[in-house]
């Protein structure tokens, strides 16, 4: 074998060697911005599955509670928000402006025991509470797959991969201030 044909298979080899690793990084990367979106969409599946609980919600409540017309303008106004946010930010936003509204509701629920011995109050309560706990094992899941997507974008020499295909952090989901706590759903019969 001739001196030119060795150098250029060691040349080849070397190129592949670098190469693999790149490639393998870049399919990791792809793979998890596809996780991170699949997490992000699953969040959505369930604030719209809430957000078209509430109507019923409303329509329940306002049987019993005619005079708090206020509440039912903030939840539609609310609602509307989240129909309309654009990015993830708005959406957080608007899931935490839907969530004190809800909140709100369920304060005034309260003032009327005959409301909360409502069976179709009931199921509806049950499920919001069960769509509730399903928005925050989404936005659980959904934080973790921005960390671990974050921390291998930001790795070295991963970030060189990164940053030359545009693989950008992502944001967390995070509440608003004074709203780090699901809203409290308490339906127990009256004392």
Same mark, same amino acid.
């Given at each position: ?64 509670? @005619? ?59 049950? @499920?919001?509470?069960? @769509? ?60």
């Amino acid at each position: 074998m001739s001196k030119g044909i060795k150098i250029l298979i060691i040349v080849a080899v070397v190129i592949l060697v670098i190469l693999f690793p790149l490639i393998g990084s870049y399919n990791k990367m792809v793979r998890l911005d596809q996780s991170v979106k699949q997490s992000e969409s699953d969040i959505d599946t369930q604030l719209q599955r809430r957000s078209d609980l509430i109507p019923n919600l409303i329509a329940t409540v306002k049987g019993y509670a @005619t005079q708090e017309k206020s509440i039912f303008t903030e939840l539609a106004d609310a609602r509307s928000k989240l129909a309309g946010a654009q990015n993830l930010t708005q959406k957080a936003e608007a899931d935490n402006q839907l969530s004190g509204s809800l909140s709100r509701l369920l304060m005034i629920v309260e003032n009327y025991p005959d409301l909360k011995s409502n069976q179709n109050f009931r199921d509806l309560s049950i @499920t919001l509470e069960g @769509t509730e706990n399903r928005i925050g094992i989404a936005r659980k899941d959904y934080n973790i797959k921005v960390g671990e997507y974050n921390g291998v974008t930001r790795s070295f020499p991963n970030s060189i991969i990164a940053g030359i295909f545009r693989f950008d952090p992502k944001p967390y989901y995070k509440a608003a201030e004074g709203s780090k706590e699901v809203p409290k759903v308490d339906f127990s019969m009256g004392k």
